[in-house]
């Protein structure tokens, strides 16, 4: 399977593009409609399969296979507050294709270990991980490698510097 991030992050719609098992393009989109509400779209061959609406500012969208299935899972930064931690912070969801159409939430995080300050997908193995860029309590920057478990990240181990 062909993965490629196909626009940049300045942007107003950034694309992935992937081949499906059938030979089909699959086109997962970030469509920015304003600072706080952008919408996942997914099409096959140019025909719209699903939308999510994310009313939330964007800092981050990457897509990959974090299952080992060779469909693309999606990530994406938002900035929001959750019920248990009431302050604005950078969250990470995860999504997949369910049926290999819909967009459906995967994972919907709260929080990581520590305070999260960027991410990226590593391709460099299937399935892929997920890299982090977080702040320790004492204001330490740290970098963590995590995959997917069946809930969530699960932390791998930290980087070095």
């Given at each position: 399977?062909?993965?490629?991030?196909?626009?940049s992050c300045g942007q107003e719609t950034k694309s992935f593009?992937?081949?499906?098992?059938?030979?089909?393009?699959?086109?997962?989109?970030m469509e920015r409609i304003h600072d706080s509400l952008y919408?996942?779209?997914?099409?096959?061959?140019?025909?719209?399969?699903?939308?999510?609406?994310?009313?939330?500012?964007?800092?981050?969208?990457?897509?990959?296979?974090?299952?080992?299935?060779?469909?693309?899972?999606?990530?994406?930064?938002?900035?929001?507050?959750?019920?248990?931690?009431?302050?604005?912070?950078?969250?990470?969801?995860?999504?997949?294709?369910?049926?290999?159409?819909?967009?459906?939430?995967?994972?919907?995080?709260?929080?990581?270990?520590?305070?999260?300050?960027?991410?990226?997908?590593?391709?460099?193995?299937?399935?892929?991980?997920?890299?982090?860029?977080?702040?320790?309590?004492?204001?330490?920057?740290?970098?963590?490698?995590?995959?997917?478990?069946?809930?969530?990240?699960?932390?791998?181990?930290?980087?070095?510097?």
């Open positions: 399977m062909a993965y490629g991030l196909t626009a593009t992937y081949e499906c098992k059938d030979g089909q393009k699959g086109v997962i989109r919408i996942l779209h997914h099409l096959i061959d140019g025909v719209g399969q699903s939308s999510w609406e994310l009313p939330y500012p964007v800092y981050r969208f990457d897509c990959g296979d974090l299952t080992g299935d060779s469909c693309p899972e999606i990530a994406v930064g938002v900035i929001k507050a959750t019920r248990y931690s009431p302050t604005r912070d950078k969250r990470l969801f995860l999504f997949k294709l369910y049926r290999r159409r819909l967009i459906r939430p995967l994972w919907l995080g709260s929080r990581m270990p520590h305070p999260l300050e960027d991410f990226r997908l590593v391709g460099d193995s299937v399935p892929m991980r997920i890299c982090t860029s977080e702040r320790k309590p004492d204001g330490t920057p740290c970098r963590a490698l995590y995959r997917l478990g069946n809930f969530g990240p699960v932390f791998e181990r930290y980087l070095q510097e």
